[in-house]
């Protein structure tokens, strides 16, 4: 039979319900051009990416030591120099001829694969460049006082040492605190904090008018406190935030746990690993996360925080993950496979970023000898690319290649629909290995745009309280299956179905990924009442692009650019005090 004419009748006339969780089967795909650069592009990466990125890590590195040398009230003195500065650059914007406002940051700079597209249009640029000082470690309040710019990398360095960290530390060194409060933030500690956002005690922010206001979850200010997060710097620009500090201790004791079975018995397995169905909270774990490598095959593993005394008794395993010669950490995880359950001790910083260095498994994409001994012995310290740096040499044709060919997705799902997630991604699109990493999603004293399922508290699943709902990131990460076989694949068309699912299924999807979502069905996901209260309340109508503006697919046309500016032309500014 003709491979175009079973491809048809395979559309036309699925398979029987026997064989619903299978990947679709699909048509040979020819080779062009931009494969080969891809499939090449390690030269580049090795050759150019990797050298410089490794100079602006250094550089990176001495102006963070600089700062720490400053005292506090110096930093504090600077920080607010620099908020007047940008107080008094958005005064200097004329509505009628200028356009929306954004950051002045280039747009390969960002981490996440969204594309920049609305910074093509007609913008108004403000220089935030500045706010990357950690400002204050409060160690009677337990909060930690810092600018948006400062990573996470520069945070655990200052805090480690103290026996500190904040209660959500995102995985990756250069993922940024204002990214992850005014986007999506999350870590193996969520299922006891919550996302990122949620740890913020306190953010300063400059309004479109250029009031600066400090927003608490109980000032007069609260309802832009819970506005902010997911709002993607559409409502003010964040200059400052204070977030929650927790004691530690200089290990994690990590138990790594295999686990055979069907997709669903994985699901079940990771969801024992952390949600005890007796309710016990003595068998809750400090740190979670689950691995699945295939769809037969999974690794859990739990982390509880441990002196260096107990790490050091007779008998037990160090394992320093952070040296550049070391296996890349999904693979050394993989082992348990083989080897079954084990336990090991690793210092907590390193075990905070144990994916920065193989950037979760896209680094085996991006250098796939790059997992092998003897690069990581004489090139690993180089490690990793800086992802800006990776979106800025890729050009417009790799960049279309890897939305059609490539998946970098997060679907945020109840924990009792992760079995049904995991089914769905391996029907659609086949991609291992997937990232499990649970997160309370909390019932706040405002409808915000993301928000727990209505009643969750009265049906008392595994995980849930009465305050929150337990819900999971499933990290999609990879190239998909059928492409890594040849195989035709279309990454626009199973973003959008991922997408529907999603919406059907109360599921949300982190703003920085690549998005199909037409408005409607932005506002289907979302809700959209208390950030457009907050959008009108603190006049960012008509000065601030939209979230769904800002997070659409594609160029903005000129059409699309007039109708944002024109909402409100005449934004009243503050008096000057």
């Given at each position: 039979?003709?491979?175009?004419?079973r491809q048809?009748?395979?559309?036309?006339?699925?398979?029987?319900?026997?064989?619903?969780?299978?990947?679709?089967?699909?048509?040979?795909?020819?080779?062009?051009?931009?494969?080969?650069?891809?499939?090449?592009?390690?030269?580049?990466?090795?050759?150019?990416?990797?050298?410089?990125?490794?100079?602006?890590?250094?550089?990176?590195?001495?102006?963070?030591?600089?700062?720490?040398?400053?005292?506090?009230?110096k930093?504090?003195?600077?920080?607010?120099?620099n908020?007047?500065?940008?107080?008094?650059?958005?005064?200097?914007?004329?509505?009628?001829?200028?356009?929306?406002?954004?950051?002045?940051?280039?747009?390969?700079?960002?981490?996440?694969?969204?594309?920049?597209?609305?910074?093509?249009?007609?913008?108004?640029?403000?220089?935030?460049?500045?706010?990357?000082?950690?400002?204050?470690?409060?160690?009677?309040?337990?909060?930690?006082?810092?600018?948006?710019?400062?990573?996470?990398?520069?945070i655990?360095?200052?805090?480690?040492?103290?026996?500190?960290?904040?209660?959500?530390?995102?995985?990756?060194?250069?993922?940024?605190?204002?990214?992850?409060?005014?986007?999506?933030?999350?870590?193996?500690?969520?299922?006891?904090?919550?996302?990122?956002?949620?740890?913020?005690?306190?953010?300063e922010?400059?309004?479109?008018?250029?009031?600066?206001v400090?927003?608490t979850?109980?000032?007069?200010?609260s309802?832009?406190f819970?506005?902010?997060?997911?709002?993607?710097?559409?409502?003010?620009?964040l200059?400052?935030?204070?977030?929650?500090?927790?004691?530690?201790?200089?290990?994690?004791?990590?138990?790594?746990?295999?686990?055979?079975?069907?997709?669903?018995?994985?699901?079940?397995?990771?969801?024992?690993?952390?949600?005890?169905?007796?309710?016990?909270?003595?068998?809750?774990?400090?740190?979670?996360e689950?691995?699945?490598?295939?769809e037969?095959?999974?690794?859990?593993m739990?982390?509880?925080?441990?002196?260096?005394?107990?790490?050091?008794?007779?008998?037990?395993?160090?394992?320093?993950?952070?040296?550049?010669?070391?296996?890349?950490?999904?693979?050394?995880?993989?082992?348990?496979?083989?080897?079954?359950e084990?336990?090991?001790?690793?210092?907590?910083?390193?075990?905070?970023?144990?994916?920065?260095?193989?950037?979760?498994w896209?680094?085996k994409?991006i250098?796939p000898?790059?997992?092998?001994?003897w690069?990581?012995f004489?090139?690993?310290?180089l490690?990793?690319?800086?992802v800006?740096?990776?979106k800025?040499?890729?050009?417009e044709?790799i960049?279309?290649?890897?939305?059609?060919?490539?998946?970098?997705?997060?679907?945020?799902?109840?924990?009792?629909?992760v079995?049904?997630a995991?089914?769905?991604?391996?029907?659609?699109m086949?991609?291992?290995?997937?990232?499990?990493?649970?997160?309370?999603?909390?019932?706040?004293?405002?409808?915000?745009?993301?928000?727990?399922?209505?009643?969750?508290?009265?049906?008392?699943?595994?995980?849930?309280?009465s305050?929150a709902?337990?819900?999971?990131?499933?990290?999609?990460?990879?190239?998909?299956?059928?492409?890594?076989?040849?195989?035709?694949?279309?990454?626009?068309?199973?973003?959008?179905?991922?997408?529907?699912?999603?919406?059907?299924?109360?599921?949300?999807?982190?703003?920085?990924?690549?998005?199909e979502?037409?408005?409607?069905?932005?506002?289907?996901?979302?809700?959209?009442?208390?950030?457009?209260?907050?959008?009108?309340?603190?006049?960012?109508?008509?000065?601030?692009?939209?979230?769904?503006?800002?997070?659409?697919?594609?160029?903005?046309?000129?059409?699309e650019v007039?109708?944002?500016?024109?909402?409100?032309?005449?934004p009243?500014?503050?008096?000057?005090?």
């Amino acid at each position: 039979m003709d491979s175009r004419l079973r491809q048809s009748l395979l559309e036309k006339h699925p398979p029987p319900m026997a064989d619903v969780h299978e990947p679709l089967v699909r048509r040979k795909r020819k080779k062009v051009l931009v494969d080969y650069l891809v499939q090449f592009r390690w030269i580049l990466v090795i050759f150019v990416v990797l050298p410089i990125s490794s100079l602006i890590y250094f550089n990176i590195f001495l102006g963070d030591m600089w700062s720490a040398m400053k005292s506090e009230k110096k930093r504090q003195k600077q920080h607010d120099e620099n908020v007047q500065k940008v107080v008094k650059r958005l005064k200097q914007r004329n509505p009628k001829k200028d356009g929306l406002v954004c950051t002045a940051r280039k747009p390969w700079i960002a981490v996440g694969m969204r594309n920049v597209d609305y910074k093509r249009a007609r913008h108004f640029e403000v220089d935030l460049s500045s706010f990357r000082n950690i400002l204050e470690i409060d160690k009677e309040r337990m909060v930690a006082k810092v600018e948006p710019l400062v990573n996470m990398g520069q945070i655990t360095r200052a805090t480690c040492p103290m026996n500190l960290a904040l209660a959500v530390v995102a995985e990756l060194d250069d993922l940024t605190v204002g990214g992850l409060i005014n986007g999506y933030g999350i870590e193996g500690s969520s299922h006891l904090y919550g996302l990122f956002s949620d740890t913020v005690v306190a953010m300063e922010v400059v309004l479109a008018d250029g009031r600066v206001v400090r927003a608490t979850k109980d000032n007069e200010y609260s309802d832009l406190f819970y506005g902010i997060p997911w709002s993607q710097g559409t409502l003010g620009f964040l200059v400052s935030a204070e977030i929650k500090l927790i004691p530690i201790k200089e290990y994690m004791k990590l138990t790594y746990i295999p686990v055979k079975g069907s997709l669903k018995e994985i699901a079940q397995a990771y969801a024992d690993s952390f949600a005890p169905r007796d309710g016990d909270p003595a068998k809750v774990p400090d740190f979670v996360e689950g691995m699945v490598y295939t769809e037969s095959e999974g690794v859990m593993m739990t982390g509880v925080y441990a002196s260096k005394e107990e790490a050091k008794k007779k008998g037990n395993k160090i394992n320093c993950v952070g040296w550049w010669f070391k296996p890349w950490f999904y693979q050394h995880a993989q082992t348990a496979l083989k080897r079954g359950e084990f336990v090991e001790y690793i210092p907590t910083r390193e075990y905070y970023h144990r994916h920065t260095r193989c950037l979760y498994w896209e680094g085996k994409l991006i250098l796939p000898f790059g997992d092998q001994f003897w690069f990581r012995f004489l090139l690993g310290w180089l490690m990793p690319p800086k992802v800006s740096l990776l979106k800025a040499t890729q050009g417009e044709a790799i960049r279309n290649y890897y939305h059609d060919n490539h998946v970098i997705q997060d679907m945020l799902v109840p924990l009792y629909k992760v079995g049904d997630a995991l089914e769905f991604v391996h029907r659609e699109m086949e991609v291992y290995p997937l990232w499990l990493c649970p997160h309370r999603l909390y019932k706040l004293p405002v409808k915000t745009m993301v928000y727990p399922e209505p009643g969750f508290e009265h049906q008392h699943r595994q995980g849930d309280t009465s305050y929150a709902q337990m819900f999971t990131d499933v990290g999609v990460y990879y190239a998909p299956g059928a492409v890594l076989r040849g195989e035709e694949f279309n990454g626009a068309e199973a973003v959008h179905r991922l997408e529907q699912w999603l919406i059907e299924n109360h599921s949300y999807q982190p703003q920085y990924a690549v998005s199909e979502l037409n408005e409607k069905d932005f506002w289907r996901m979302f809700d959209a009442s208390h950030y457009e209260h907050c959008r009108h309340k603190y006049g960012a109508v008509g000065t601030f692009m939209s979230v769904y503006y800002k997070s659409k697919k594609g160029r903005k046309t000129e059409k699309e650019v007039q109708e944002a500016e024109a909402a409100i032309l005449e934004p009243a500014y503050a008096d000057e005090a």
